[in-house]
C-alpha cells in the first residue's frame, strides 16, 4: 500500500517548525498568541488545496477539515488531533531544523551551541533509530515535533487518502487546537461543528507507543493574608506573608509527593509559582494522581500542613482553593474499548510493536474524552520535548501516518 508513496511528513515538518507558534501561559486571548494562527493559516490553505473543501480556521485559531466517507457502510465518524503550538518552556523563534540523514549511534554537535550534544548514551531510544534520518533543531531552540510533527503525519494522511481513492474509510475529521501547551486546547474546540465519535490525538514519543490513561490533576492556590507595617516600627507587629509562604515551601516532603521524587503511577503535589509582598502571598500547586480520590487526599494533607504552619503566626490567615484542571481518560476509554483496541491493531499493520503506557501529564485527549469524544493519544515520534536536544525520525514519523491509515481501514472493516 505504501511501497510507490512518496511520504511527505517530513517535507511539511521541516517547514512548519520555522513558524514560531510558542503559546502564553499569562495571556487570557484565545489563543494566547496571535501568532499561532500563521500556521493554522498555513495548515488551511493545504488542505484545500488538496481538495478537502470545508477546511477552515475559526476566529480562536482552531481548524476543522473533512476527509468525506467513500465506504458503502455507516463507519463512525473519527478524529485525528494534533496542536499548534509550542511550549513556553524553550524558545521557538527562529528555528532552524537540521538533518541528520544515516545516523550511525554518534554525538551529535547541534551547530548553533556547541555545548548542546545529543548522546546516544543519555538518549537509548536512539538505539533504534541506527540508519534512520535524524531532525534537530540547531542548539539555541526547541524544535517543535511537540505538535507540529502530529501535525504533519496528519497532514500527510489527509494527503495520502486524497490520493488513494480505493482505500475505504468512513468519514475522518482533522482537528488542530492552539494553546495545548498552558492547558487551553480544548477551551474553545466545537464538538458539535467537529461532529466525530471518537478521536486520536497524535502526541506521543516512541513509535509504537499508545497512551490510554493520563493524571487526573487539580491546581490549588495558596493565598497567605500576613500583617503589615512600617519595617522601622514593626517589632510585634508585622506578620511576614512571604516569609509564611517560604516555610510552607520548607515543610513540603523532600523525598516523596513531589515530581522529583515520583515515577510510574505515583502522583505528586508540585508548587509552580510564587508570588507576592510582605502582607499578602500566593502559592500556586499543581496536584497529580492516576486515581481521582488521590487528588482529595493530597489536597487534604497540603491543607492541614498549610494550617500547622500558619497556626504558628497567631494573626495570618490563608485560603485555600481547588480549581478542577483534567480527569484520567482512561475513565472514558474503558466505557470505549475497541477505541483503544483498534489503534493497537493500526500500530501492529504498520510493523510496529505496541508500547501501552500512561501519560505522567494531560493532553488534549483527556479533556476531550470528558466533553464527550473518548480519545487515546498515538505517537508522534517526539523525544526530548520543550529542550533544546528535541529530536525525532522521519522513519517514525512515517510510521505514524501509515498507523492512521490503517486505523481507517480498521474502522471501516469493523463496521
Known amino acids: 500500500m505504501f511501497e510507490n508513496y512518496q511520504f511527505t511528513a517530513a517535507e511539511k515538518f521541516l517547514r512548519y517548525v520555522?513558524?514560531?507558534?510558542?503559546?502564553?501561559?499569562?495571556?487570557?486571548?484565545?489563543?494566547?498568541?496571535?501568532?499561532?494562527?500563521?500556521?493554522?493559516?498555513?495548515?488551511?490553505?493545504?488542505?484545500?488545496?488538496?481538495?478537502?473543501?470545508?477546511?477552515?480556521?475559526?476566529?480562536?485559531?482552531?481548524v476543522y477539515a473533512t476527509l468525506p466517507s467513500n465506504s458503502d457502510k455507516k463507519v463512525p465518524v473519527i478524529c485525528f488531533c494534533a496542536h499548534v503550538d509550542t511550549a513556553p518552556d524553550c524558545s521557538g523563534t527562529n528555528v532552524k531544523p537540521i538533518v541528520h540523514k544515516n545516523y550511525q549511534g554518534q554525538d551529535i554537535i547541534l551547530p548553533d551551541d556547541s555545548t548542546q550534544v545529543l548522546r546516544l548514551s543519555e538518549y537509548?531510544?536512539?538505539?533504534?533509530?541506527?540508519?534512520?534520518?535524524?531532525?534537530t533543531a540547531s542548539g539555541t531552540t526547541l524544535l517543535g515535533s511537540d505538535d507540529k510533527a502530529g501535525v504533519a503525519e496528519i497532514?500527510?494522511?489527509?494527503?495520502?487518502?486524497?490520493?488513494?481513492?480505493?482505500?475505504?474509510?468512513?468519514?475522518?475529521?482533522?482537528l488542530f487546537t492552539p494553546d495545548e501547551e498552558v492547558g487551553k486546547g480544548t477551551a474553545k474546540v466545537d464538538l458539535k461543528k467537529l461532529g466525530a465519535d471518537f478521536g486520536y490525538t497524535l502526541d506521543?514519543?516512541?513509535?509504537?507507543?499508545?497512551?490510554?490513561?493520563?493524571?487526573?490533576?487539580?491546581?490549588?492556590?495558596?493565598?497567605?493574608?500576613?500583617?503589615?507595617a512600617h519595617p522601622g516600627y514593626a517589632k510585634g507587629k508585622m506578620i511576614n506573608a512571604m516569609k509564611i509562604a517560604g516555610h510552607i515551601l520548607d515543610a513540603l516532603p523532600k523525598d516523596r509527593l513531589s515530581p522529583e521524587s515520583t515515577e510510574g503511577k505515583r502522583g505528586f503535589i508540585h508548587p509552580v509559582r510564587i508570588e507576592g509582598i510582605a502582607e499578602k502571598c500566593t502559592i500556586e500547586f499543581i496536584i497529580r494522581d492516576f486515581e481521582t480520590p488521590g487528588l482529595k487526599k493530597k489536597e487534604d494533607f497540603l491543607r492541614t500542613m498549610?494550617?500547622?504552619?500558619?497556626?504558628?503566626?497567631?494573626?495570618?490567615?490563608?485560603?485555600?482553593?481547588?480549581?478542577?484542571?483534567?480527569?484520567?481518560?482512561?475513565?472514558?476509554?474503558?466505557?470505549?474499548?475497541?477505541?483503544?483496541?483498534?489503534?493497537?491493531?493500526?500500530?501492529?499493520?504498520?510493523?510496529?510493536?505496541?508500547?501501552?503506557?500512561?501519560?505522567?501529564?494531560?493532553?488534549?485527549?483527556?479533556?476531550?474524552?470528558?466533553?464527550?469524544?473518548?480519545?487515546?493519544?498515538?505517537?508522534?515520534?517526539?523525544?526530548?520535548?520543550?529542550?533544546?536536544?528535541?529530536?525525532?525520525?522521519?522513519?517514525?514519523?512515517?510510521?505514524?501516518?501509515?498507523?492512521?491509515?490503517?486505523?481507517a481501514q480498521i474502522w471501516d472493516e469493523r463496521s
Do not use: W
Open 306 to 407: 498549610v494550617e500547622e504552619t500558619v497556626r504558628t503566626y497567631p494573626k495570618a490567615s490563608f485560603e485555600f482553593q481547588v480549581t478542577e484542571q483534567y480527569r484520567n481518560m482512561k475513565e472514558i476509554l474503558d466505557l470505549h474499548p475497541q477505541v483503544t483496541e483498534y489503534a493497537k491493531e493500526a500500530i501492529e499493520r504498520a510493523g510496529l510493536k505496541v508500547k501501552i503506557e500512561s501519560i505522567r501529564g494531560g493532553t488534549d485527549g483527556s479533556r476531550l474524552s470528558f466533553m464527550g469524544l473518548p480519545c487515546p493519544n498515538l505517537f508522534a515520534g517526539e523525544h526530548a520535548i520543550h529542550s533544546r536536544l528535541e529530536f525525532i525520525s522521519i522513519q517514525d514519523m512515517n510510521k505514524a501516518v501509515e498507523t492512521m491509515v490503517h486505523l
Open 18 to 62: 520555522q513558524t514560531d507558534t510558542q503559546s502564553d501561559p499569562l495571556s487570557s486571548a484565545q489563543p494566547t498568541t496571535e501568532k499561532q494562527k500563521n500556521l493554522s493559516r498555513i495548515l488551511t490553505d493545504e488542505l484545500k488545496k488538496m481538495g478537502i473543501a470545508d477546511a477552515h480556521m475559526d476566529e480562536f485559531g482552531y
Open 124 to 135: 537509548p531510544y536512539l538505539q533504534t533509530q541506527m540508519g534512520n534520518d535524524i531532525i
Open 155 to 174: 497532514m500527510d494522511m489527509a494527503n495520502f487518502l486524497m490520493t488513494n481513492k480505493k482505500i475505504k474509510h468512513g468519514t475522518i475529521k482533522i
Open 204 to 228: 506521543g514519543g516512541e513509535a509504537g507507543s499508545l497512551e490510554d490513561e493520563t493524571f487526573s490533576a487539580d491546581g490549588v492556590q495558596v493565598i497567605i493574608h500576613g500583617v503589615i
